[in-house]
């Protein structure tokens, strides 16, 4: 039945936050937010050092022309200590119009050149980078490159917070005596004040976009579990037969199609409860009244004749019995149904098993005059439980027996076969009669619980219609198959395939027997 796309009373009080689309989305959101902001911290850890790394490129590039202007100076003033005679304007103007300020420092870190205006610095020592002034000094002596070291001051160092540069090295054949240092204001974060409102512009835009998508996505994934809900609530309701679209390969796919499956068969076995109980109670209805009136009559004193009497007491305790009959044929297909029969498996010869039914059945046959004839090879096995293979047998000889008529024909017949349905080596029992047969549109529904297979037998006797509803589900619990083939006015044959124990001798000679009645019963 179709589904309406709404939830129960109680599913409406549930808060959106707590339902399950909910929970997808904000899982979904905070999955998003911590990946975007993982991305927007590495990339401000990147741009961090990435500008470090440029500005300290920048600043070993500029020291190579600046370090050449300085040995010139150096060269071209005899008397260096002279500010007035160090200071060149070009320099000046350099270090302005780069936003630098450079030093020129002795090896012992006495400032010789400062290029801020008022040459604050002029002649003031800084004893903690004389080391390092010295050591890059001396390094370049004799060599061509410019060598030099980056420092970072700390807080209680000269410059802190911003970035150093100490070079040194020869222009042609001077030999640098002094070292030049290059100081950088500390630009914080150049890259990011330039690049990080747009990145989180992108941030918030991509957050957006990515919860749409996961409202959409999530409902579409909740709204198989929504339809679930309402089934759900819809059997618990008393609607069993519910059909839930939107099955497929995937895992909410595939539980659509369990409980799919689920909702058939309880719907199947809640609709068989009902017919067993109304089928049930039309059986026992007529022996029930028939009970009923010959007591009541017997209890009256309205059958006063002896011989009536005991008729009625035979009536009685035939009905009785059959009414007995009937519970233990329930009982046993309940069990059988359920799953509640183990079986015993062992090697069950089917010469001898054959030969116990022949044992059971010859009366009966003997008394309708019908032939009956077994055939079987010695050497083959049933791997099965020989009680209910005896009971399997019986209820399809007794029906045989049953629907055939006067001086008819049943026969059992066993072969071993390759390969069965159910895979493996296997016996083939076929129980073939001559009798009334089965209609055509009966055949469908023969296995079914009270299904006759035809108005009347043989003889006028009728049975419950239990018996092949157990022969199946018997043949089902030793993992083997049944089929019938049948034309009316000409005969039924039942087909068992079951599985083999093993062959036990080469020999294929088939032993037979047969017992008809005397032609004058």
């Given at each position: 039945m179709?589904l309406p796309?709404t939830c ?7 808060r ?8 997808l ?17 590495t990339s401000?850890i990147?741009?961090?050092r990435?500008e ?20 010139i ?13 160090l ?12 936003e630098?300020?450079?030093?020129i ?18 002649k ?6 004389a ?5 890059v000094?001396?390094?370049s002596q004799?060599?061509?490159d410019?060598?030099y070291?980056f420092?970072?001051p700390s807080?209680?160092?000269a ?10 090295g ?17 630009r ?6 330039l ?7 992108v941030t918030?835009?991509?957050l957006?976009?990515?919860s ?6 999530s409902r579409?994934?909740?709204?198989p579990v ?5 089934a759900?609530n819809a059997?618990?309701?008393g ?15 595939r ?6 499956s ?11 409860q ?6 049930v ?7 029930l ?11 009256d ?31 046993d297909l309940?069990?059988l ?18 030969q116990?039914?022949?044992?059971r059945?010859?009366?009966?046959a003997s ?7 077994l055939?079987s090879p010695?050497d083959?096995?049933?791997?099965g ?5 005896l009971?399997?047998?019986?209820n399809?000889i ?5 629907h ?6 049943v ?5 071993a076969v390759g ?5 493996g ?6 129980v073939?009669?001559?009798?009334e047969?089965?209609p ?14 035809g108005?009347a ?5 009728q049975g ?13 619990l ?5 089929s019938v ?18 062959v036990q ?17």
């Amino acid at each position: 039945m179709p589904l309406p796309d709404t939830c129960s009373h109680e599913t409406e009080k549930l808060r959106w936050r707590d339902s399950l689309q909910g929970r997808l989305i904000a899982s979904h959101v905070l999955v998003i937010v911590f990946a975007l902001g993982l991305v927007v911290l590495t990339s401000s850890i990147f741009l961090f050092r990435y500008e470090r790394t440029v500005e300290e490129e920048r600043l070993a590039q500029l020291a190579v022309p600046l370090m050449a202007e300085v040995n010139i100076v150096r060269v071209g003033n005899q008397v260096p200590e002279v500010r007035t005679k160090l200071k060149i304007d070009v320099l000046d103007a350099q270090a302005d119009a780069m936003e630098l300020r450079i030093l020129i420092v002795d090896t012992d870190g006495t400032v010789r050149y400062d290029t801020s205006e008022d040459d604050s610095l002029h002649k003031q020592s800084f004893p903690e980078y004389a080391d390092i002034a010295a050591d890059v000094v001396e390094r370049s002596q004799g060599n061509r490159d410019l060598q030099y070291v980056f420092l970072r001051p700390s807080r209680e160092e000269a410059f802190a917070g911003q970035q150093l540069l100490i070079a040194a090295g020869t222009t042609g054949i001077w030999d640098a005596k002094r070292a030049l240092v290059i100081v950088s204001d500390s630009r914080r974060f150049p890259l990011l004040g330039l690049f990080l409102p747009r990145l989180v512009a992108v941030t918030g835009i991509s957050l957006i976009i990515a919860s749409l998508l996961g409202f959409l996505f999530s409902r579409r994934i909740a709204r198989p579990v929504h339809r679930l809900t309402v089934a759900a609530n819809a059997m618990s309701g008393g609607a069993l037969a519910q059909e839930v679209p939107g099955s497929g390969p995937d895992e909410i796919g595939r539980l659509v199609s369990s409980f799919n499956s689920m909702s058939q068969q309880v719907s199947s076995t809640y609709q068989s409860q009902r017919d067993l109980l109304a089928d049930v109670a039309h059986e026992l209805r007529t022996p029930l009244t028939s009970v009923q009136g010959y007591a009541k009559a017997l209890r009256d004193g309205v059958i006063e004749d002896e011989h009536q009497k005991q008729q009625a007491l035979t009536i009685i305790g035939r009905e009785s019995e059959r009414m007995a009959n009937l519970i233990v044929q329930l009982l046993d297909l309940a069990r059988l149904e359920s799953g509640q029969t183990n079986l015993t498996l062992n090697a069950v010869r089917v010469t001898g098993l054959i030969q116990r039914i022949e044992d059971r059945f010859r009366p009966e046959a003997s008394a309708k005059q019908i032939a009956f004839t077994l055939s079987s090879p010695e050497d083959i096995a049933i791997r099965g439980d020989e009680g209910r293979l005896l009971q399997i047998l019986s209820n399809l000889i007794s029906n045989s027996i049953r629907h055939t008529p006067m001086g008819g024909l049943v026969s059992i017949t066993a072969c071993a076969v390759g390969v069965i349905p159910s895979g493996g080596p296997g016996v083939r029992l076929i129980v073939h009669d001559n009798g009334e047969g089965i209609p055509i549109d009966r055949l469908p529904q023969i296995f079914d619980r009270f299904e006759r297979g035809g108005t009347a037998s043989a003889d006028g006797s009728q049975g419950f219609g239990l018996g092949l509803a157990i022969v199946r589900q018997l043949v089902d619990l030793h993992q083997g198959t049944i089929s019938v083939n049948s034309e009316p006015g000409r005969g039924t044959t039942f087909t068992i395939d079951l599985p083999s124990f093993g062959v036990q001798s080469p020999t294929d000679r088939p032993v037979s027997r047969s017992s008809a009645a005397p032609a004058s019963m």
